[in-house]
């Protein structure tokens, strides 16, 4: 069994607060208590800088530090690429291995746009790495929401073409799980062939719920996938 922790919107910015909350302590708080953990590898999956500021980049880093596991990022809205890059290139990634399972990474950031969207070119891609993978079972992570929420969440800026995703999706039987963040919301939804599950944020949920949390999948041998959201 493989252990997957998924954190998201850490937003950290130039200074402590951002949104109304102190994001550096409270991702803080989240490191201290996956630290003390087994796991296998960590995830963040977008909106790691408030600012996008390569000094956001790097304070997250000291942030993350007690973090001993492989790390794997990639980005939301509100990061620069160019400056997470500076930061964090070794841990960007388009597809990695963790035992029989696969984890494949889409693009779906447009510039300046809250919403997303995922590219003629980033689809054929994923086609690509999902007929080429040779992982038994495969999660796929994104930032942005592929389903409507059913929550007070403005679904307007989530995904725009979730129809052109699924296209491709619904053609690999692989596929046991789809990811995301940004929502700020920790939800499951159903889906004939793949569960759908949205992690909260480490600063601040935009629903009732206050306190901050994170993922936890437990991945089998067998296909058979597992998760929780820890609250702190
Ligand atoms: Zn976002």
Known sequence: ???LLQISDCHIDDQALAMGVDTQTNLAKVVKKISN???EAL????DLSNSGSLYSYKRLKE????IQQPTYVFGGNHDNIDQLTKEF?????NHITLGKWGLIT???VQLHKTSGLVTEEALETLNQTLKNSTADYIMVALHHPIVSMNSSWNDELSL???QDLFRILNKHSKIRCVIFGHAH?????YHEKFDIISCPSTALQFTQETRIGFNEYHLYNNGKINWTTQWI
Do not use: R, T, Y
């Open 37 to 39: 953990q087994k796991f």
């Open 43 to 46: 995830l963040i999956s977008g």
């Open 106 to 108: 889409i693009d779906s």
């Open 89 to 93: 290139s070794d841990n960007l990634f």
């Open 1 to 3: 069994m493989i252990k």
């Open 160 to 162: 725009e073409n979730p």
């Open 185 to 189: 919301e920790a939800a499951h939804f």
């Open 63 to 66: 942030i993350l530090l007690p």
